[in-house]
């Protein structure tokens, strides 16, 4: 038993380690770049697609702070899936309200049935655009838009072989709901390692209009259930680059139960699985680390059960290095993160006690959820259910408008 215990111990510090690194690298985003902002009087054209199916709570101040943006030359584009959307009255309002006529609605024409609605919408609203759109913003309906924030997102278009520029997700844990708690520490997790295999976040993202073109990445989307990662399969073979900047963090406050969370970090998952080229590595990492955790947590007891307590010692020694690792991870990212959003002159927040305790849990939660994206061969999401054939076909089981009834728990990305 005491082998077992050395075992396991040496996996979940090596993967301690390992994880700290990841923070320290992510933190790196943070720091201040030399990047030129371009010059607002030449400024490119920027075309803003949101993406709109369902009331978001966050929605009205999502376009509120699109509509208002600092940058001189860009207009908003809203994709609707059905004409009769709930949150068009909204729309409507808000763009009446702040005389935004820069904004323009439009209604997907052509359903395509292979891809997921959002990736339809994009599509079709990228096509549409002239030349003189220089780069395309994508945003998700939960992320409340800062005065500069397309402003710090172009600007390192202007480097060589960029084609793209990231934020970062990040989720407040404004409740201390188990939901909300595994979420927000299981996105902790994810953003570093997002960062550490080149993963990029749609929900606050630039492309450029040439490297779309180049990169056939349209051609991808008709065939995918994401945007975000399917980016990394477009941009290899060209070299072209993701550059992920820390100053465009954007954090959601919005609340998730348990089953919208587990949901949430699944599809996260299975859109890893179908669309990044190294699936293998995040896979066999979460489950050799998970498992090596549960290792030592069990021997722990059973281990003082029999009164083992060299096994014992090695096993609880390995769980509190582990936890408190991890619990100064997530103080630093935090640190940075808060310091960042009370500059913009946003409200800070206080993590929860109970977060930490959740701690262990999470990382059962996202084996969980490892081993259900593994296999699933059907994802609901919005109230649309996708059947997954392989990375590249996937079909619409039938197609529905969206209602508070059909559509999954909360504004899940």
């Not at 477009?234 to 089953?259: D, H, N, Q, Y």
């Not at 995040?282 to 096994?311: C, K, P, Q």
């Not at 390995?318 to 991890?326: E, Q, R």
């Not at 081993?371 to 061969?377: H, K, V, Y």
């Amino acid at each position: 038993m005491f082998i077992v215990a050395a075992a396991s111990s040496f996996i979940v510090i090596a993967a301690l380690l390992i994880q700290l690194i990841w923070v320290r690298r992510f933190l790196q985003l943070y720091k201040p770049r030399s990047i030129v902002q371009f010059d607002q009087a030449s400024a490119p054209k920027i075309a803003i697609i949101l993406c709109v199916r369902g009331v978001d709570p966050s929605l009205e101040s999502c376009l509120r702070g699109i509509f208002t943006q600092k940058y001189s030359n860009y207009d908003v584009k809203i994709m609707l899936d059905h004409p009769d959307d709930p949150a068009r009255p909204l729309i409507e309002r808000v763009i009446v309200e702040l005389g935004a006529n820069h904004a323009s609605i439009h209604v997907v024409a052509n359903r395509l049935g292979t891809c997921a609605l959002k990736l339809n919408a994009l599509v079709e609203a990228i096509e549409s655009l002239d030349d003189s759109y220089r780069a395309v913003a994508l945003i998700d309906a939960d992320v409340q838009a800062y005065p500069e924030w397309l402003q710090d997102l172009t600007a390192p278009l202007s480097e060589p072989g960029v084609g793209g520029v990231n934020g970062v997700r990040w989720f407040v844990p404004m409740a201390n709901n188990p939901g909300t708690l595994i979420r927000y520490l299981w996105n902790a997790g994810a953003v570093t390692q997002m960062a550490a295999f080149g993963i990029p976040w749609a929900g606050s993202l630039v492309l450029s209009r040439d490297a779309i073109r180049r990169s056939g990445l349209l051609e991808i989307w008709r065939h995918a259930l994401c945007d975000d990662v399917s980016i990394v399969q477009a941009f290899a073979p060209l070299s072209l680059r993701m550059v992920p900047i820390g100053r465009v963090t954007m954090t959601c406050r919005e609340t998730v139960s348990w089953l919208g969370c587990f949901q949430f970090v699944t599809r996260q998952l299975l859109v890893a699985r179908l669309h990044h080229p190294r699936w293998r590595s995040i896979l066999a990492f979460g489950v050799l680390v998970s498992l090596a955790l549960l290792a030592s947590l069990t021997l722990a007891v059973v281990a003082i059960l029999t009164r083992s307590w060299n096994v014992a010692i090695v096993s609880l020694s390995t769980l509190i290095v582990d936890f408190v690792g991890l619990s100064i991870g997530l103080w630093a990212i935090e640190r940075y993160i808060q310091s960042l959003q009370v500059a913009r002159g946003q409200p800070g927040w206080r993590v929860p006690w109970q977060a930490f305790a959740c701690l262990p849990f999470a990382q059962i939660f996202h084996l969980a959820a490892l081993i259900a994206a593994s296999c699933m061969p059907r994802v609901t999401w919005r109230g649309i259910t996708y059947e997954i054939r392989g990375p590249s076909d996937v079909r619409v089981v039938e197609y529905r408008p969206f209602s508070p009834t059909t559509g999954d728990d909360a504004s899940l990305i």
